[in-house]
Nanobody
Framework: QVQLMESGGGSVQAGGSLRLSCAAS????????MGWFRQAPGKEREGVAS????????YYADSVKGRFTISQDNAKNTVFLQMNSLKPEDTAMYYC??????????????????WGQGTQVTVSS
């Protein structure tokens, strides 16, 4: 059974930082793409960042480039999202997702097969 468990969300003032973690169980982690998505109220779910586990290739949405960093810890089957210089527009529910191929990022949410329950990030101005 595949499980993705996010943690690390919370409330922070603009300019602050948060680090999200996603621990993967089962076969979700090895050889796959692990991504972070977010969804704000009334908006569509959007991709934030993704990493292809096998070689560590990373991909980012333009809105977070230079501020967010995705990384992996293969020993712990865990992916992290370091979020710096947070802005109020980063406020959303953040979801971890596992995809079955290197091209998952380019297919958006449809490229990911498994999803975590989400963790809330709130940035106040």
């Amino acid at each position: 059974q595949v499980q993705l468990m996010e943690s690390g969300g919370g409330s922070v003032q603009a300019g602050g930082s948060l680090r999200l973690s996603c621990a993967a169980s089962g076969h979700a982690y090895s050889g796959n793409s692990m991504g972070w998505f977010r969804q704000a109220p009334g908006k569509e779910r959007e991709g934030v960042a993704s990493i292809y586990i096998l070689v560590g290739s990373t991909y980012y949405a333009d809105s977070v480039k230079g501020r967010f960093t995705i990384s992996q810890d293969n020993a712990k089957n865990t992916v992290f999202l370091q979020m710096n210089s947070l802005k109020p527009e980063d406020t959303a529910m953040y979801y971890c997702a596992a995809g079955a191929s290197r091209s998952s990022w380019w297919r958006g949410a449809y490229g990911y097969n498994y999803w975590g329950q989400g963790t809330q990030v709130t940035v106040s101005s």
